[in-house]
T-cell receptor
Framework: AQKVTQAQTEISVVEKEDVTLDCVYE???????LFWYKQPPSGELVFLIR??????QNEISGRYSWNFQKSTSSFNFTITASQVVDSAVYFC????????????FGQGTTLQVKP | DAGVIQSPRHEVTEMGQEVTLRCKPI?????LFWYRQTMMRGLELLIY????????DSGMPEDRFSAKMPNASFSTLKIQPSEPRDSAVYFC??????????????FGQGTRLTVV
């Protein structure tokens, strides 16, 4: 069964600190896809990144970076030099190739960046 | 493209009334999802369609909930009769994934439902 766990319910940091949001997933498929979404206070869900299970290369996009490790079934998200605008709820999600289209979300991590 | 369009954005209704939420997916997308978001349960997948056909409705909480997709450009989620515990934000999302590629889902703005 597919499952996504975000153990950190809430994180509070001061601006310019680095912060890592953890995501652990469970799946029996060998082909699957992992995602991160951001939900700012305005409420919409914004897609950030997608990785497939065959690509373990870490990715960097500006201040954002993602670390995918199949050995530990983790797909962690790091924000470098955090800013107040990064304050949001962040969701990790999983989609299995055998269950095409079904996107299951973790419980989300609320990040508060204080000035 | 205007993105996924949901209506209404806000709905307040009395317990026992029928509520219909509407969604227009992005043109050309094969998948449509309905999610419910609450503080207690987070983002729950209620049902999803592929090419207008319901694929998995195991997340639909009760028979009071029903969803339809009469064509590729329109879907509804109906609650009849509504109850206070149905109060939540309901999201519709669509995805172009038609080959098992696992593309991302694009979300609408959500409908905030309050049942009093």
């Amino acid at each position: 069964a597919q499952k996504v766990t975000q153990a950190q319910t809430e994180i509070s940091v001061v601006e310019k600190e680095d912060v890592t949001l953890d995501c652990v997933y469970e799946t029996r498929d060998t082909t699957y896809y992992l995602f991160w979404y951001k939900q700012p206070p305005s409420g919409e869900l914004v897609f950030l990144i997608r990785r497939n299970s065959f690509d373990e290369q870490n990715e960097i996009s500006g201040r954002y970076s993602w670390n995918f490790q199949k050995s530990t079934s983790s797909f962690n998200f790091t924000i470098t030099a955090s800013q107040v605008v990064d304050s949001a709820v962040y969701f990790c999600a999983l989609s299995e190739a055998s269950n095409t289209g079904k996107l299951i979300f973790g419980q989300g991590t609320t990040l508060q960046v204080k000035p | 493209d205007a993105g996924v369009i949901q209506s209404p954005r806000h709905e307040v209704t009395e317990m026992g009334q029928e509520v219909t939420l509407r969604c227009k997916p992005i043109s050309g997308h094969d998948y449509l999802f309905w999610y419910r978001q609450t503080m207690m349960r987070g983002l729950e997948l209620l049902i999803y369609f592929n090419n207008n056909v319901p694929i998995d409705d195991s997340g639909m909480p009760e028979d009071r909930f029903s969803a339809k997709m009469p064509n590729a450009s329109f879907s509804t989620l109906k609650i009849q009769p509504s109850e206070p515990r149905d109060s939540a934000v309901y999201f519709c999302a669509s995805s172009p994934d038609s080959q098992g590629v696992g593309t991302e889902a694009f979300f609408g703005q959500g409908t905030r439902l309050t049942v009093v």
